[in-house]
């Protein structure tokens, strides 16, 4: 198989590095020339696909399969007609995507269905959440403790591209769900920690949740592609508050993170299932399901640090996309397998830590010894974890 992968920020990273591991060809485009998933590829090209479109088209020859990795409407829309014009088969439902990368459209589909969510505004109580409403992730997201504030900021901001709603507190969960015209399959739950500005510095897998709300949360995730008629992949995000799930966010494309945390806990890669689905018109068999039933799972952590001179920091996923192209390495410092932009006797780089183990506590001490071993070696004063996790704590 051989993949064309466009943008080579954080997704782009995702998509290149479990393509690689289905042993895949990629061919990355991004007009970055520093693009983070450059040197993960095997062909980097540098172009605005917009402006050099039948260039682009000449470089798709041999590639089997178109996979979006931006969040860009009119470059994904762009996509959809060439994917049509080449018959190439391109990893995109845009009617999907239209619905998800709208707060303001998610919330109006979760009310409709009655899917447990965030209460809004004017029907909650302080502190709440202020989102933007177009996009994903956590960007422009901040907590509003007091009405002064808010009327400061409603005379400031115009509330057409925002969103308020309750502010809720309790652990993150995501799942994937994945398939075409009501035939889905769910992926493995992971659990998601938070730095201080709400992005994710750490995936767990599996996600420690009882039993019936996993339960519930396929459901949940499976309801809402039905709803959306999903051709492809979304993922949904939850909070778990005063012991029920609400649905914070879906987002109807390839996700960061997660697929690489439930690689490796499970084995099965997400980006080689899509490409079998698009390029074959079906989901792949029963094996996800059945595998997934006799508990195959192993405990993994995937989390994101800013080392500099002075400290090693663990940092929401924001980091990496202010980096220089990201390499995969192996046995670094001891660590399984790492993403970084290190190179011998750089100052300040990023590291994304990947760990797993036959258990939590084995795997939890294999990092530390990871990160350890980085403080000592290069001589770095402290390691600061601002909100520590609790995955760990009692498991066996």
């Known amino acids: 198989m051989r993949v064309g992968i466009i943008g080579g920020k954080l997704q782009g990273v995702e998509a290149a590095y479990l393509a690689k591991k289905a042993g895949w060809d990629v061919v990355l485009f991004d007009r970055r020339k520093k693009a983070q998933g450059a040197q993960l590829a095997d062909v980097f090209h540098c172009m605005d ?53 709208s707060k303001q459209r998610s919330n109006q589909l979760f009310a409709a ?26 960007e422009g997201v901040q907590v509003i403790p007091c009405r002064e504030k808010l009327e400061r900021l409603l005379h400031q901001e115009s509330r ?35 730095d201080a500005q709400y992005d994710c510095k750490r995936v767990l897998a599996p996600a420690r949740l009882d039993l019936g709300l996993k339960r519930e949360f396929e459901e949940m995730a499976l309801k809402l ?12 995000e939850v909070i778990l508050h005063a012991g029920k799930l609400k ?57 994101h640090f800013l080392v500099t001179p002075e400290k090693i920091e663990a940092c929401g996923e924001h980091i990496l996309g202010e980096a220089g192209p990201l390499h995969v390495l192996r046995d670094f410092f001891g660590a399984d397998e790492v993403l970084t932009d290190y190179t011998w006797g750089k100052k300040e780089w990023v590291l994304t830590l990947m ?10 001490a294999k990092r530390d010894q990871v990160l350890k071993r980085i403080q000592e070696e290069l001589q770095i004063p402290e390691v600061l974890d601002p909100y520590p996790p609790s995955w760990y704590e009692g498991a066996e």
């Open 49 to 101: 696909i917009l402006r050099s479109r039948e260039e682009f088209v000449a470089e798709l020859k041999g590639v089997n399969l178109i996979l979006p990795a931006i969040e860009d409407l009119e470059v994904l829309t762009a996509l959809a007609d060439i994917g049509q014009r080449t018959h190439i088969p391109c990893v995109l439902d845009l009617d999907a995507y239209r619905i998800s990368s």
């Open 113 to 138: 269905m009655g899917v447990p969510a965030p209460r809004p505004w004017p029907d909650c109580h302080f502190p709440m959440l202020l989102k933007p409403s177009d996009g994903s992730g956590s």
């Open 160 to 194: 057409d591209n925002w969103v308020l709603e309750e502010y809720l507190e309790g652990p993150s969960y995501s799942i994937e769900v994945m398939g075409f015209s009501g035939n889905y399959q769910v992926f493995q739950i992971t659990e998601l920690e938070m």
């Open 225 to 236: 592609a039905g709803e959306l008629s999903l051709q492809g992949i979304m993922d949904v």
């Open 247 to 303: 649905v914070l966010e879906i987002d109807a494309r390839l996700p960061s993170q997660t697929p690489i945390a439930v690689f490796h806990s499970t084995g099965f890669n997400m980006v080689e299932y899509l490409g079998k689905a698009f390029v074959q018109g079906k989901m792949p068999g029963p094996r996800l399901k059945q595998a997934r039933q006799k508990g195959a799972e192993k405990p993994v952590i995937l989390e």
């Open 355 to 364: 760990t797993w183990g036959s258990s939590p506590v084995e795997v939890w």
